[in-house]
Protein backbone atom coordinates (compact mmCIF):
# COMPACT_ATOMS: atom_id res chain seq x y z
CA UNK A 1 0.00 0.00 0.00
CA UNK A 2 1.32 3.14 -1.25
CA UNK A 3 1.25 6.33 1.34
CA UNK A 4 -0.83 9.42 1.08
CA UNK A 5 1.16 12.29 0.81
CA UNK A 6 0.34 13.33 3.98
CA UNK A 7 1.99 10.21 5.54
CA UNK A 8 4.93 10.33 3.25
CA UNK A 9 5.68 13.87 4.49
CA UNK A 10 5.41 12.86 8.31
CA UNK A 11 8.18 9.98 8.07
CA UNK A 12 11.33 10.82 9.86
CA UNK A 13 13.86 12.20 7.39
CA UNK A 14 16.34 9.88 9.29
CA UNK A 15 14.93 6.49 9.30
CA UNK A 16 11.74 6.55 7.17
CA UNK A 17 9.56 5.78 10.23
CA UNK A 18 6.29 7.30 10.57
CA UNK A 19 6.60 10.04 13.08
CA UNK A 20 4.03 10.83 15.86
CA UNK A 21 2.12 14.07 15.81
CA UNK A 22 3.15 16.27 18.33
CA UNK A 23 1.64 19.91 18.31
CA UNK A 24 0.08 22.04 15.26
CA UNK A 25 0.35 25.79 15.03
CA UNK A 26 -1.29 28.26 12.45
CA UNK A 27 1.34 29.97 10.32
CA UNK A 28 1.30 33.85 10.62
CA UNK A 29 1.02 35.45 7.17
CA UNK A 30 4.76 35.82 5.52
CA UNK A 31 5.98 35.93 2.18
CA UNK A 32 6.77 32.09 0.69
CA UNK A 33 3.57 30.61 3.16
CA UNK A 34 0.00 29.92 1.85
CA UNK A 35 -2.43 31.99 3.84
CA UNK A 36 -4.22 29.83 6.72
CA UNK A 37 -1.42 27.05 6.50
CA UNK A 38 -1.02 25.21 9.50
CA UNK A 39 2.82 23.80 10.64
CA UNK A 40 2.57 19.93 11.69
CA UNK A 41 4.78 19.41 14.17
CA UNK A 42 6.07 15.84 14.12
CA UNK A 43 8.79 13.29 16.94
CA UNK A 44 10.46 10.17 15.61
CA UNK A 45 9.57 7.31 18.04
CA UNK A 46 11.55 4.57 16.55
CA UNK A 47 13.67 4.40 19.81
CA UNK A 48 17.35 2.34 19.81
CA UNK A 49 17.32 2.79 16.17
CA UNK A 50 17.14 6.15 15.01
CA UNK A 51 19.50 9.17 16.37
CA UNK A 52 16.61 11.50 16.23
CA UNK A 53 14.23 9.47 18.31
CA UNK A 54 12.18 11.24 21.20
CA UNK A 55 14.31 14.15 20.63
CA UNK A 56 14.36 16.52 17.45
CA UNK A 57 10.96 17.31 16.19
CA UNK A 58 10.44 17.99 12.50
CA UNK A 59 7.82 19.93 10.62
CA UNK A 60 5.33 19.61 7.67
CA UNK A 61 3.66 23.00 6.21
CA UNK A 62 -0.29 21.68 5.33
CA UNK A 63 -2.10 24.26 3.46
CA UNK A 64 -6.05 25.07 3.66
CA UNK A 65 -6.68 22.73 0.94
CA UNK A 66 -4.91 20.11 2.28
CA UNK A 67 -1.84 19.67 -0.10
CA UNK A 68 1.63 19.64 1.42
CA UNK A 69 4.20 22.09 -0.71
CA UNK A 70 7.31 20.75 -0.98
CA UNK A 71 10.44 21.28 1.17
CA UNK A 72 12.14 23.94 -0.38
CA UNK A 73 16.04 23.86 0.60
CA UNK A 74 17.32 25.28 -2.53
CA UNK A 75 17.27 29.11 -1.37
CA UNK A 76 19.04 31.96 -0.48
CA UNK A 77 20.33 32.08 3.05
CA UNK A 78 18.96 34.46 5.92
CA UNK A 79 21.78 35.10 7.31
CA UNK A 80 24.91 37.37 6.96
CA UNK A 81 28.69 36.33 7.78
CA UNK A 82 29.86 37.55 11.18
CA UNK A 83 32.27 40.61 10.85
CA UNK A 84 35.96 39.83 11.69
CA UNK A 85 35.98 36.14 11.17
CA UNK A 86 38.46 36.50 8.45
CA UNK A 87 36.37 33.91 6.50
CA UNK A 88 35.50 31.49 9.01
CA UNK A 89 31.85 31.35 8.12
CA UNK A 90 32.38 31.41 4.57
CA UNK A 91 35.28 28.23 4.97
CA UNK A 92 32.44 26.57 7.02
CA UNK A 93 29.40 26.92 4.29
CA UNK A 94 32.46 25.21 1.83
CA UNK A 95 32.39 22.28 3.82
CA UNK A 96 29.12 22.27 4.71
CA UNK A 97 28.14 22.42 1.15
CA UNK A 98 30.54 20.08 -0.40
CA UNK A 99 30.17 17.48 2.87
CA UNK A 100 26.00 17.42 1.72
CA UNK A 101 26.95 16.92 -2.03
CA UNK A 102 29.19 13.99 -1.36
CA UNK A 103 26.66 12.42 0.64
CA UNK A 104 23.80 12.71 -1.87
CA UNK A 105 26.11 11.22 -4.60
CA UNK A 106 25.88 8.26 -1.75
CA UNK A 107 22.58 8.06 -2.11
CA UNK A 108 22.40 8.99 1.60
CA UNK A 109 20.24 11.78 3.63
CA UNK A 110 21.57 15.09 3.32
CA UNK A 111 22.17 15.52 6.59
CA UNK A 112 25.90 16.40 7.31
CA UNK A 113 27.01 16.53 11.15
CA UNK A 114 29.17 19.30 11.84
CA UNK A 115 32.86 18.83 12.51
CA UNK A 116 33.38 20.48 15.59
Same mark, same amino acid.
Given at each position: ?????????????????????????????????????? @?? &?? *?? #???????? $??????????????????????????????????????????? @?? &?? *?? #???????? $???????
Amino acid at each position: MTDSTYDAARRCPICNELGEKTGEKAIKAQFGVTRGAV @LH &EF *TC #RNAGRCRW $ANSAPYFVQVNPDGTIPPPNTNREKQFRALPNDHGATQNALEN @LQ &EA *TL #RKQKDGQA $AEVRGRY
